[in-house]
C-alpha cells in the first residue's frame, strides 16, 4: 500500500534551523491531512491537520503546507528544538466516510542537534 | 490529560494460542480503533468501532481477529489463534468524532506481540 509515502526516512537539522518533512500521496479522495509525532515507547500524538480545502495551515512553530496538484504536502518546524526529535508520520483519510481509517506514511525521522 | 491506557505493555505467546489485548480508551470518547505496526513497517488500519458495533475493518482484520467493548470501560482486541505474522505493536485510538476529516485519534503507548 503506497497511497501514502515520505520518501525521507530520515532528517538531521541544528536546533533554531527550519525542519521540513515531506510527504505524498497518490488517491486524490484523500481529504484531509494529518502529521502525527513518536517518541520511543509513546503512541503517536497528534500534531496538525489540514483540510484540502485549505493549502496551508499553522499553529505556532508548526505550519503544513498543501499542495493538491501535486499530491504533496510539508510540515515546516521553525525554529526546530532539541525536544522536536521523534519520528514523524503523515497520514491521510477520507472525510465523511472512513470512520477514522488513516493511511500512514513509514515515517521520518528527525534528529534535532543542540 | 486524558489518555488511552493499554495493557499488557508486551506480550509474548506461542504460535497458535489465543491473545486478548485491552485498552481503556478517553472516557468521553465514542469511536474506537486498533491500528497495527510490525516492525519497519507503516502503522496500519485494522478496525473502527462505534455503538457497540465495527464500523469499517481493513483486509488484514480477518476471522482470527474479533473487538469487544465488553463493559463500558475497556475496548479489547483477541486475536484467536496467532501466527508468527501477528507480531507487531498493536495500538488502540480512541476519538470524540468518528466520520468527519477532523477526527482526532488519541493513541495509546501500544502492545507489542511477540509470537513464537
Known amino acids: 500500500d503506497q497511497q501514502v509515502k515520505q520518501n525521507s526516512p530520515s532528517l538531521s537539522v541544528q536546533e533554531g534551523r527550519i525542519s521540513i518533512l515531506n510527504c505524498d500521496y497518490t488517491?486524490?479522495?484523500?481529504?484531509?491531512f494529518l502529521w502525527y509525532k513518536k517518541y520511543p515507547a509513546e503512541g503517536p500524538t497528534f500534531l496538525i491537520s489540514?483540510?484540502?480545502?485549505?493549502d496551508k495551515n499553522e499553529d505556532g512553530r508548526f505550519t503544513v503546507f498543501l499542495n493538491k496538484s501535486a499530491k504533496h504536502l510539508s510540515l515546516h518546524i521553525v525554529p526546530s528544538q532539541p525536544g522536536d526529535s521523534a519520528v514523524y508520520f503523515c497520514?491521510?483519510?477520507?472525510?465523511?466516510?472512513?470512520?477514522?481509517?488513516?493511511?500512514f506514511g513509514q515515517g521520518t525521522i528527525l534528529t534535532v542537534h543542540p | 490529560e486524558p489518555e488511552v491506557t493499554q495493557t499488557p505493555s508486551h506480550q509474548v505467546t506461542q504460535m497458535g494460542q489465543e491473545v486478548i489485548l485491552r485498552c481503556v480508551p478517553i472516557?468521553?470518547?465514542?469511536?474506537f480503533y486498533w491500528y497495527r505496526q510490525i516492525l519497519g513497517q507503516k502503522v496500519e488500519f485494522l478496525v473502527s468501532?462505534?455503538?457497540?458495533?465495527?464500523?469499517?475493518k481493513s483486509e488484514i482484520f480477518d476471522d482470527q481477529f474479533s473487538v469487544e467493548r465488553p463493559d463500558g470501560s475497556n475496548f479489547t482486541l483477541k486475536i484467536r489463534s496467532t501466527k508468527l505474522e501477528d507480531s507487531a505493536m498493536y495500538f488502540c485510538?480512541?476519538?470524540?468524532?468518528?466520520?468527519?476529516?477532523?477526527?482526532?485519534?488519541?493513541f495509546g503507548a501500544g502492545s507489542r506481540l511477540t509470537v513464537l
Open positions: 485510538a480512541s476519538s470524540v468524532n468518528g466520520v468527519s476529516g477532523a477526527n482526532v485519534l488519541t
Open positions: 488517491n486524490s479522495m484523500f481529504d484531509y
Open positions: 489540514i483540510s484540502s480545502i485549505k
Open positions: 497520514a491521510a483519510t477520507v472525510g465523511g466516510t472512513s470512520y477514522g481509517k488513516l493511511t
Open positions: 472516557s468521553n470518547h465514542l469511536y
Open positions: 468501532f462505534y455503538n457497540n458495533e465495527i464500523s469499517e
